[in-house]
C-alpha cells in the first residue's frame, strides 16, 4: 500500500484540510452566537446589499465582524466540498466513499440554506438546527478523511480486535453527544444567559427549587442585575445538560476501562476522547464561572464539537474491527496473526 498513488494521498490531506477548516467554522458559528451577532447583518445572501464577497472591509466592526466572516468561511466550505466530490469522482475507486463525499455535499447545501433562512425569517430555532446540521457536516468529512487514509486502506484498522462491549458503548457515547449538542444549541439560542449562575450546585442546591414562587424570586434579583429573565423550562433544560454531561463521563469511564490491557489506535483514541472530555467538563464550569464569558462559552462549544467527531470516529473504528468471535476463532486455530494483534 506504499504505492497508493500520489493524487489519492494528496486526496486524504484534502479531505484533512476541509475538516479542520469545517471546524473553524463552526468555532466561527458558536462565536457569532455567544456574542449575540446572528442578526448583526440582516440580509442574505447580500450582505447590507453588497455581494457578500464585495463587502468593504471597512465596515467589517464590531459583531459585524463575526456575522460576515463566518459566511465567508463557510461559503468556502461549499467550495472545497464541491472539489472533494469531483476528486473522489476522479481518483477514488470505492462507491460508498463518494456515496460519502455526495452526503457531505448535501449536507453543506442544506447547512447553508438553514443559514440564509436563519437571517431572513430571524428565527432562533432555525439556528438550532443550523448548529446541529454543522456537527453533522463535520463528522461526515472527518470520516471521509479517516477512509480515504493510507493506514484505513493498507486495512490496519482491521487488524486490532474490538473489546467485547465497546461497539455497544461507543455507539451508545456516540448518541448521547449528538443529544448533547442539541440540548447546547437550544441552550444557546434560547440567548437567556445563564439560568443557573452557580456550579455545581443549582441556586445553592442538588436540584432547583422552580416552583413559581422561586421563578419570582428569581427573576426579581436578575432584574436588579439587568439580566433577562428566566423560567422553569430554561432552568431544567440546563439541569439536563449537566445530567447528560453525567451520562457522557460515564460511558467514557467505562470505554477506558473496557479498553484497558490492549494496545493500539483504538486505544490511543479512547484515552484521547478521555482527556478531551475532562478538559470539557472544567470548561463548563469555566462558562458558568465566567458569567458566561464569549471565549470561554465558544471554546467550550468548540470542543463539545471535537468530543462529538473523537466519539464518532471511535464508535465507527470499533465497529470496522473485528469482534469477539473473530478473537476466538484465531484462538482456536492458533494462527501467528492473532498473537500479532493482541501483543
Request: with cysteine; aromatic share 10%.
Amino acid at each position: 500500500m506504499n504505492n497508493l498513488p500520489l493524487s489519492r494521498r494528496f486526496l486524504h490531506w484534502f479531505a484533512v484540510f476541509i475538516a479542520v477548516w469545517t471546524w473553524i467554522v463552526v468555532i466561527s458559528g458558536g462565536s457569532v452566537t455567544s456574542r449575540n451577532a446572528g442578526m448583526a447583518v440582516p440580509d442574505w445572501p447580500t450582505s447590507f446589499g453588497y455581494n457578500m464577497f464585495l463587502f468593504p472591509v471597512s465596515m467589517w466592526v464590531g459583531p459585524i465582524f463575526y456575522e460576515h466572516t463566518h459566511r465567508l468561511m463557510a461559503s468556502c466550505v461549499g467550495g472545497f466540498v464541491l472539489a472533494l466530490v469531483v476528486w473522489l469522482m476522479i481518483a477514488e475507486p470505492r462507491r460508498w466513499v463518494r456515496v460519502l463525499g455526495w452526503c457531505a455535499l448535501g449536507f453543506g447545501g442544506l447547512q447553508g440554506t438553514l443559514g440564509g433562512l436563519r437571517v431572513i425569517l430571524n428565527e432562533s430555532q432555525i439556528g438550532i438546527v443550523h448548529g446541529i446540521l454543522a456537527q453533522l457536516l463535520l463528522v461526515l468529512i472527518s470520516i471521509v478523511a479517516v477512509v480515504t487514509s493510507r493506514s484505513f486502506i493498507a486495512g490496519r484498522w482491521t487488524l486490532e480486535l474490538a473489546p467485547r462491549g465497546a461497539r455497544a458503548l461507543a455507539l451508545a457515547l456516540s448518541v448521547t453527544v449528538l443529544s448533547q449538542l442539541a440540548v447546547a444549541a437550544t441552550m444557546r439560542h434560547a440567548h437567556a444567559g445563564l439560568s443557573i449562575p452557580d456550579f455545581p450546585l443549582a441556586y445553592g442546591k442538588i436540584l432547583p427549587d422552580t416552583s413559581a414562587a422561586a421563578i419570582a424570586a428569581i427573576n426579581a434579583k436578575r432584574a436588579a442585575l439587568d439580566v433577562v429573565p428566566t423560567n422553569a423550562e430554561l432552568i431544567w433544560l440546563q439541569m439536563a445538560h449537566r445530567f447528560i454531561a453525567a451520562a457522557i463521563f460515564t460511558l467514557v469511564a467505562a470505554l477506558v476501562w473496557r479498553t484497558r490491557g490492549t494496545t493500539g489506535g483504538a486505544r490511543r483514541m479512547t484515552l484521547l476522547l478521555a482527556t478531551v472530555i475532562v478538559v470539557q467538563i472544567l470548561l463548563g464550569a469555566w462558562t458558568i464561572w465566567s458569567n458566561k464569558a464569549a471565549d470561554v462559552a465558544t471554546a467550550h462549544m468548540a470542543l463539545g464539537a471535537l468530543t462529538f467527531v473523537t466519539s464518532v470516529l471511535l464508535t465507527f473504528r470499533f465497529f470496522t474491527m473485528r469482534g469477539e468471535s473473530a478473537k476466538e476463532s484465531l484462538e482456536f486455530s492458533g494462527a501467528p496473526e492473532y498473537s500479532r494483534v493482541s501483543a
